[in-house]
């Protein structure tokens, strides 16, 4: 390991115990306030701002922490998969998130208890036969609580068919628990942008290099490391930005797979982002209307997916290691891939291998 990479890990774990005291402490002077609890009865109150109501199915579906999250619109190729609702809302607050519309613009955390936590996760683990991967990351920054989610990725080290899969925009500092005690069952993932865009839109996230050198510190340590590389928007010079942002990643560490993603705007988000006073420029570029909110045109997302493509390709990465999420089967028809309709792509079943 270089004296860069060892003084990454070295502030990562500082960070992680920095974390933990001022934990303690917190829990000294007294209890947490209810109000930042949520029980597993008040969560089918929260419903995700992308999902479509649905006719129910005979299978088991979820218990309120675990839930299948279908995308149901006919147009789009994506398929389900399993998330868990371990806690709701973001602090970083990006100008285009979509959780701006899952309550009502409210961003403020707020957890599930660690206990019912458990008990959920063990129901899903006896119920739901095939492996799967579990996503942690889609109504909240998936390390936002590091204890916690420390606690929650040990449930999943208790067993050896189901995987979590964490999704963030943090640095090194959230990530001294994952280098602390390998975690066998965890897929780690950080969303990461063109650095352009990050200081436009992603104002409170870690610098795209600090998500770069989070990211290869957990592969180096054998963690199963994967890449989002979503909303990639059309600004001036796109081309050279997200072309320098792969290869600031290709020179830190190899993804084990990557997903790709241009803007989508639903019309919650979009409303409560208004309403937040955030830099809206974000929406100027949509010019379609679909069944997942407003989109970039066919030709500036087909245009967009096929460079980012061959970008790849010429530095040799596997092309079904790469995914596009919330797409529709005519792209991928178009661009010539081939996708299996009605599974998720990105954390499906057919995504559960590195």
Known sequence: MSDQRKK???????AWVTIRKNRREKAAKGVEKLDKWKTVKALPKIQHPEEILQEISQEWEGNGVVKLF???????????FWEIRWAFGCPLNCSYCYLRGTMRGNMKQSYVKYEEIERCLNEAFMKIELPQIFNSG???????????????????????????????????????????????QTICAWSINADAVAKKWETNAAKPLERIKAASLVWEEGYDTRVRIDPIFPINGWKEHYSKLIDDIFSSFLPNRIILGTPRGLWKTINY???????????????DDSSWGKKLSFKNRKEIYSFIYNKLD?????????SICKETTEMWESLGLESKKRICNCYGTNAYKA
């Open 8 to 14: 990454n890990r070295e502030a990562a774990l500082k």
């Open 70 to 80: 279908k995308k149901t619109p006919n147009d789009i190729a994506c398929g389900p």
């Open 138 to 184: 889609e109504l909240c920054d998936s390390l936002m609580n590091p204890i916690l989610m420390d606690k929650i990725t040990n449930i999943f080290n208790n067993q050896n068919k189901h995987k979590i899969f964490l999704l963030s925009k943090f640095g090194l500092e959230k990530i001294g628990f994952l280098l602390d005690n390998h975690k066998n």
């Open 273 to 287: 982002a208004q309403k937040a006073n955030v830099d809206m420029s974000w929406a100027e570029y949509f010019e």
């Open 314 to 322: 010429s530095l040799n990465y596997p092309i079904h290691k790469i």
